[in-house]
């Protein structure tokens, strides 16, 4: 994770920052779990089992509360 | 997602906030699973499943705190 | 869900807040599982599962969170 | 749940209001399961699981967060 | 837990604030399970399960979000 | 943990924000099991398991809730 992914956490619609939140719970995913590879063969586990979806789903509520305020919830 | 889902977090009303949580919480799965398919077949499993349901109240209650802090709680 | 069921999440009293925080968990499973009868075939299911009675009174937690900072915690 | 039973979140110290995190903890329990002859039934089986145990401190966790910002962190 | 075991939500520095949140952590498990012979012959369950040490590092991670608020982040 | 590890939640980007969550989760984890040796044991079990991946990536996204307001969300 030389490379800069995360610049700022700024973006100009609310969308945007969901779309960031997605982004951000799986870089948490890929900081524990570095391989492409065994992610990928992860992922007819938990994309075809509602229970983990929802899981993910919730890491991306979590990350959205974060991207929200860092926008002012787009206010401005 | 191309198309504008999300213009804005702001709702005229607390009940409408919460009618945005729930969809947030549902776009949260879609991210992780884009197959309409696949969402369908697992519709069984989750709903029928009170782990699950609760699970997923969760997620729409993340959401809420967020839809809500943006409407500034509807106090204005 | 057309009816008006969250008119202000303004409460008189932290207890009434924690109870709006009560029925705000239940609807966001109604939200998921809107038949009636199927909830009410979980219900035993759950309310005889200590890990989900847990999980039910996690999701209570974060509405009342959201509850109470839109009461100014009940300081004024 | 006619008495009252949470008239105020304040509380003259940080013990205090963690032990008023950890009884709403329980209320929220209590919300979903009245029954105390069942919640008894139920002790054994969650508090000698580790997992469970882990779980109550986390609902307890997050009601520490909204009685401690109710009570500006006890800084004043 | 009569002594005084939380006077002040003030730490020093931030890494003396997640030590509190570890502690805080533990004493919301002993509210639930005061048996500290319990306690112990729960421990290798749970320290050799990785999915509760993730679990037990969450609740650490909610209350250091408290803790943290408290000394205003250890800006000042 | 007697040496210095945390001496700020200060970061320059919300990219070094996001490394700092990540290893205040491994900490967290590292405070309920300090054995080195073990956690290297429990690795493959976590590792390959998508839920645990999930839910370590969860405690990432709540650390950097903290580690954001800490840095008023690099907006300065």
Do not use: C
């Not at 929802?54 to 206010?75: D, E, G, L, M, P």
């Amino acid at each position: 994770m030389a490379d800069t992914w995360l610049p700022s956490l700024k973006t100009a619609t609310p969308q945007e920052g969901f779309e960031l939140a997605t982004k951000l719970a799986r870089v948490g995913v890929k900081a524990t779990q570095p391989s492409a590879e065994i992610r990928d063969k992860l992922r007819p586990a938990y994309d075809h089992d509602s229970a983990q979806l929802i899981a993910a789903s919730q890491v991306i509520a979590i990350h959205f509360q974060t991207v929200a305020a860092a926008n002012n919830y787009w206010r401005d």
